[in-house]
């Protein structure tokens, strides 16, 4: 069923070729099963904006196609999941929280792999059951002395281009971000 077990600390490779990696919450999307299914749910702006504000789904959207590594961290009210260190000296931004629902367990991969099901290539993580803020980072792991190779590519143990952050949602914390873009454009 699953391409790869569930991750706490070992960031994984997801690829999009539809231009957005997304972390959704696979129950509310059970009834995808076929192109046809996706297409109803998924295929205009609007309905992902959507989803988006029922906190079934939330974009790690930088705007291109490509494989990026990903780590998803969780916490709880108690234990709090942050940053390290080494991930605080190359965030390059954060995205502000948005919501998410958790009924368990939360799949991330390219927005054309949102089902019900984790397919190949698709992250599973445990995610408790619940209302959830979700915080992305972008990390410029190339920043980090010897975390490539000769060609580019990042050697382990490299940092992640996402580390995603899920805490439980504050008592008085009512304001989430909707937008599909998942950071502020500079600038602007």
């Known amino acids: 069923m699953t391409a790869q077990q569930p991750l706490d600390e070992v960031p994984a490779t997801v690829a999009t070729d539809a231009g957005m990696l997304v972390l959704w919450d696979p129950q509310r999307f059970e009834a995808i099963v076929d192109d046809e299914t996706w297409e109803d749910e998924l295929l205009e702006v609007e309905d992902i904006a959507g989803h988006i504000q029922a906190g079934s789904l939330v ?13 998803v961290r969780t916490g709880t009210a108690t234990a ?25 367990r939360a799949l991330v991969g390219g927005i054309e792999d949102v089902s019900g099901d984790a397919s190949d290539g698709v992250i599973e993580h445990p995610v408790p059951e619940g209302r959830c803020a979700v915080v992305v980072h972008l ?3 190339q920043a980090e002395a010897g975390s490539q190779d000769e060609t580019g590519r ?4 490299a ?10 949602t504050q008592p008085d914390q009512r304001t989430f971000r909707t937008s599909v873009h998942t950071f502020e454009a500079p600038n602007g």
Do not use: M
């Open 59 to 71: 974009p790690l959207n930088v705007g291109g196609d490509g494989a990026f590594g990903v780590l």
């Open 80 to 104: 709090p999941a942050t940053l390290t260190a080494r991930e605080t000296t190359h965030q390059l931004v954060a995205s502000q929280p948005y919501l998410f629902v958790s009924r368990g």
């Open 139 to 141: 990390i410029d792991w």
């Open 154 to 157: 990042p050697v382990p143990p």
């Open 159 to 168: 940092l992640p281009d996402f580390v995603v952050l899920i805490n439980p």
